[in-house]
């Protein structure tokens, strides 16, 4: 079993950045990919961003040139820089997890994100 804890939510002013990061702990585990997610009251939760283990990532339209997702591989650390930040972006916020040749996933607790206009 894999179990995700998030940080690094909060308030922050349009414009402004914030920085998310996602600790994956669980013995015997190789984690594919991480990636985050999103939530906004009354919406589907949407990907965001993914990335595998190789490196390779991947965006959501609406973030492209505003996010950046990185891992640290030798921690099971997944980050998410988010800049230029909108109102639109306000959400909770969840990271997840695939594993056993993704054949299995797990998500964190969430973290809100809420960006004041």
């Known amino acids: 079993q894999v179990q995700l804890v998030e940080s690094g939510g909060g308030l922050v002013q349009a414009g402004g950045s914030l920085r998310l990061s996602c600790a994956a702990s669980?013995?015997?585990?190789?984690?594919?990919?991480m990636g985050w997610y999103r939530q906004a009251p009354g919406k589907r939760r949407e990907l965001v961003a993914g990335?595998?283990?190789?490196?390779?990532?991947n965006y959501a339209d609406s973030v492209k040139g505003r996010f950046t997702i990185s891992r640290d591989n030798a921690e099971n650390t997944v980050y998410l820089q988010m800049n230029s930040l909108k109102p639109e972006d306000t959400a909770v916020y969840y990271c997840?997890?695939?594993?056993?040749?993704?054949?299995?996933?797990?998500w964190g607790q969430g973290t809100q994100v809420t960006v004041s206009s």
């Open positions: 997840r997890a695939d594993w056993k040749n993704y054949q299995s996933y797990s």
């Open positions: 990335i595998t283990s190789a490196g390779y990532t």
């Open positions: 669980g013995s015997n585990v190789s984690i594919n990919a």
